[in-house]
């Protein structure tokens, strides 16, 4: 019923910058939260950043002060720059959205962070 459309992976160099964006579609309710997700291989999807509706943020220990999540509520919008770039950033990154009918899933975008 609701449908996640991310943009903006691709490949940047160690220390670079990158920005994502995810708009979500399809919804006549209110999105409780959006965040970032990430898998790398071999490895399980884990939360980069979370905002809910009121602003409030949730970051991993290791993206804290590199990574910026912000929210367009009335977009139903979610972004995340991504600054300091690391190769250990490397993986998919996906968008999710927590509604009153549950959650769900964008397609993933792949961010490749290497010289």
């Known amino acids: 019923q609701v449908q996640l459309v991310e943009s903006g992976g691709g490949l940047v160099q160690p220390g670079g910058s990158l920005g994502l964006s995810c708009a979500a579609s399809?919804?006549?309710?209110?999105?409780?939260?959006m965040g970032w997700y990430r898998q790398a291989p071999g490895k399980q999807r884990e939360l980069v950043a979370a905002?809910?509706?009121?602003?409030?943020?949730n970051y991993a220990d290791s993206v804290k002060g590199r990574f910026t999540i912000s929210r367009d509520n009335a977009k139903n919008t979610v972004y995340l720059q991504m600054n300091s770039l690391k190769p250990e950033d490397t993986a998919d990154y996906y968008c999710n959205a927590q509604t009153p009918k549950g959650d769900y899933w964008g397609q993933g975008t792949q961010v490749t962070v290497s010289s």
């Open positions: 905002i809910r509706s009121g602003g409030r943020t």
């Open positions: 399809g919804s006549r309710f209110s999105i409780y939260a």
